[in-house]
């Protein structure tokens, strides 16, 4: 019979699964009046989204939450993309905001994001195009209003932390229609006056009243600029064009001047600070060396300087007999090898080597006997020539030519009569 009801948990977890996979839910455009906000300490947003008939509860975490460019509060108008879904824990459906913009400056607040992405893919944004603002300028330049509480603020700034730094004023229109083309104008006239850094900026107002500060011109206008420039466009929470292509970026005019300029007292402080390590450092250094010098004085070898002497002499002495050792074992060595040579066999029978020797050269005699071609001859051998050639062939000579025969005690000139060929062997 109780099989039929459902738990409160489960209805609720069939309701929002119903809620999640409705496309018409995914991403909602909504429009209403912030009510009960809270910042949470995790940076989460939550609050009620109302019009004249109803209410919707609304979250919005701290990933989304720190990309908007205003601070919410209740009675404000506001516009909001999210989704639908229902928390389980209470029942009630709400939605979860990604994007949130002031009402009102919707289509400026398109325009700045697209301006943004613009520039930003141009790299315009980037880091590596950052100039350094330099840690103690000699003049400043303040592009800004002629009047207000920024213009103040910034020269009250200067003065009181750094009043060797010189300041000069670009009398800038800051709002209205013209005001991008003064802002230009000025930054591209600072040029001329030799500043060390540029604060560009203004003070706090809506986003209408900043806008000119997210004009693209002024951006390229400060991206081309050859000095430093720091941002100082309105409040903390205000961030403009200017400020992402800035060399820095100061949440306040005020601050801008502290960015600019060092504080005087903290750098007699450092100074100070300096000279006393230094001294510390000198002081150190001193007596560490007058310790090295009274150790020296104090050293055994100072006092007794004839020691090394002795030492060297010692040395000396031991090298000396190490070297006469080397030589008369070297004679000795040589002395040995001498007595050896002297025993040997042949030394002691010289005779044996020209023995040997007169053998070899009689049997080299006996080959030489052998191969002269004058003891062939002398055995009744002759040799023929014609021509100085000498004669191999019946088919070298013909009949009727000279030839010269060489026997054994000389020449014999003869003519050929005729050419007879062996046969058989005769």
Not at 95 to 110: A, K, S
Not at 195 to 217: K, M, P
Request: aromatic share 8%; net charge positive.
């Amino acid at each position: 019979m109780q099989d039929k009801y459902l738990t409160v948990s489960s209805i609720t977890r069939y309701l929002k699964s119903r809620f999640d996979l409705d496309e018409n839910l995914q991403t909602v455009f909504l429009k209403g009046e912030i009510s009960n906000f809270k910042c949470h300490t995790s940076g989460h947003f939550y609050f009620s989204l109302k019009d004249e008939n109803s209410k919707i509860n609304a979250v919005m975490f701290r990933s989304n939450a720190s990309k908007i460019l205003f601070k919410p509060a209740d009675g404000m108008k506001v516009l909001v993309t999210g989704r639908i879904s229902i928390y389980e824990a209470s029942g009630n459906y709400q939605i979860y905001i990604d994007e949130m913009i002031e009402d009102g400056v919707g289509n400026l607040y398109i325009a700045f994001e697209e301006l943004k992405k613009k520039l930003s893919k141009e790299g315009l944004f980037d880091e590596s195009h950052k100039k350094k603002i330099p840690k103690i300028p000699k003049r400043v330049g303040i592009v800004t209003a002629a009047t207000g509480a920024a213009i103040r603020d910034i020269i009250t700034t200067i003065k009181r932390r750094f009043p060797a730094t010189e300041t000069i004023l670009f009398p800038t229109l800051v709002q209205g229609e013209n005001a991008k083309e003064s802002i230009v104008y000025n930054i591209k006239r600072a040029e001329d006056y030799d500043v060390d850094v540029l604060i560009v900026g203004r003070g706090g107002g809506s986003i209408e009243d900043l806008w000119a500060f997210n004009e693209e011109i002024v951006a390229r206008a400060i991206y081309e600029s050859p000095i430093p420039i720091i941002s100082a466009v309105g409040h903390e929470i205000d961030f403009t064009i200017s400020d992402f292509v800035a060399d820095l970026r100061a949440p306040t005019p005020t601050a801008a001047a502290e960015l600019a300029v060092p504080n005087m007292a903290d750098l007699k402080a450092h100074i100070n600070n300096l000279v006393i390590r230094l001294n510390e450092c000198v002081i150190k250094k001193v007596n560490y060396q007058k310790l090295y010098l009274d150790s020296i004085k104090n050293s055994f070898v100072i006092k007794n300087p004839m020691i090394l002497f002795d030492n060297k002499k010692q040395k000396l002495d031991l090298m000396f007999d190490k070297l006469n050792d080397l030589i008369l074992k070297g004679v000795k060595d040589k002395k040995g090898k001498l007595d050896i040579l002297k025993r040997s066999y042949i030394i002691v029978n010289p005779d044996i080597i020209y023995k040997d020797k007169k053998v070899i050269m009689k049997n080299m005699i006996d080959k030489l006997e052998l191969l002269n071609p004058l003891n062939i001859l002398g055995r009744g051998y002759s040799i023929a020539y014609i021509d100085n050639k000498t004669i191999k062939s019946i088919n070298e000579v013909n009949k009727n030519d000279l030839i010269s025969v060489r026997v054994y005690d000389g020449f014999i000139e003869a003519s050929i009569n005729g050419v007879k060929e062996e046969k058989d062997g005769k």
